[in-house]
């Protein structure tokens, strides 16, 4: 029987597979991570439906991590719906700078179908109305926003058609009420394609508005 040396042993002995080491984040790295695993979670669940401890865990660390970054849910929750408001904001205030005005509102609406396609959670985290939120942060306070581009738009319109350009903000609001409106329907269904939701939305005001009366009344009863 052959005699085989401690020596000899120790070199068959399997090597064991070196763990591969944990690329450690920069603090910047880790914040960007956070905040994109909390908007997932906000869009699934809500603000109160979320927890640190669930956003801690996805980002597999202590939940002390995610208090030094935001201070709690509420400032986390602040930040990821700022960064939605501003960037649908940009993209509708984009659209509305080239173009007669349909063209503006058919871009206007192509351009909120096209966020909410391709931005399907940041729009729900939007849509998710959350007590702590002021009228400053939320999905209601873009639309106002963009109304008020709309409503300089409408004015200047209805001043060549000899409409009162003081109703300017009424119109403003409704059109883009019609959108919005929509476009949380078409966040579920899809269907139509987001060209023809648009095409049909242009159509519905558009035709509406080129038969405006200049002093409407109400309907004689009767």
Known sequence: MTDVSGSERARRRPVPAAKPSRVRM????RREQLISI????FAERG???TSIEEVAARAKVSKPVVYEHFGGKEGLYAVVVDRE?????????TALTAGNPRELLEQAALTLLTYIEEETSGFRVLVRESPLMSAT???SSVMNDVAHQVEHILAGEFSIRGYDPKLAELYSQALVGMVALTGRWWLEVRKPRKETVAAHLVNLAWNGLSHLE???GPIPRG
């Open 26 to 29: 920069s603090a910047t790295q």
């Open 38 to 41: 909390a908007r997932q979670i």
């Open 47 to 49: 603000f109160d439906a």
């Open 85 to 93: 408001v501003r960037a649908l904001l940009d993209r509708v205030t």
């Open 137 to 139: 942060g939320n999905f």
């Open 214 to 216: 200049s002093k409407p």
